[in-house]
């Protein structure tokens, strides 16, 4: 097996989708391990992969592993699978909080591990994944690794240190701007405009505005001002915006979620 999950959850799925729509790894070369039968059954159903309940089968037959449960359960896990990892085995964690030199203490030996930081827009090829590697991995083991998340996701190699500051600006910023799509879309049902259509146009318009972003290079600033027209109706929204403290309120759900990763 190329790839071994160990958690079939959210993000593992999200994961799977986008490498196996991008056909970077066959889904008969893809094991789940889930300790919930119905999870397993989801994946296996959704995407085709083998699936079991053991962890260390996994362990065992995977080259590259992805620890893919909750923060709380990473010592178990790492406890169950340890005995069972090789030298050439790769340890890709997404778990916030998790540092290398927590995570190396807990295998308790020389193991190759690749700290990452995904998140769901992985799911259609659109994901953003930071990553530190430990010391173990060699050059080519690094291109590896990040071809293989390149396959659902932009990648970034990061200083460790950045890791909690990426949780909360990609990892779980996902969630805000649901969020803020849910929102615009009962502010344009209130309008009249039908549900359906109302997230079209909504999430259209974060698409496009994220696009812009990253296409033309501009300070957000200057696209702002490039859409709010001279006594016009969107320099009121804006106005409207900061009197509420929209740009406050993000800043501050960002700090909290960082300081939570650091924490966990
Ligand atoms: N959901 C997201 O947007 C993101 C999640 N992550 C990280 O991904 C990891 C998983 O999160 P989610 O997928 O959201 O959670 P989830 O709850 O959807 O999935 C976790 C899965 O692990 C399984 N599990 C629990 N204990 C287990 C064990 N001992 N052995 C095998 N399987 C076990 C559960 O049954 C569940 O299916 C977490 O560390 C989270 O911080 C990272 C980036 C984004
Ligand atoms: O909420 C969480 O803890 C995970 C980490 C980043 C996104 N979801």
Redesign the pocket.
Known sequence: MKLGF???????SAIMGGIISNNVIPADEIIG????AP?RERVQKQFGIHVTDS?IEVAQKAEVIIL????Q?YA??IKEIAGEIKDSQIIIT???GKTLAWLEEQFGKQVKIVRT????PAMVGAGMTAASPNAYLSEEEISYVKTLLESFSRVEIIPERLMDVVVSTS?SSPAYVFMMIEAMADAAVSGGMPRPQAYQFAAQAVLGSAKMVLDTGKHPGELKDMVCSPAGTTIEAVRVLEERGFRSAIIEAMKVCEEISKNM
């Open positions: 160990i958690g079939t959850g959210n993000m593992a391990a889930d300790l919930f999870g962890n893919s449960v909750k923060p359960f178990d896990v997404i778990a916030p930081m995904p998140n769901t990892g």
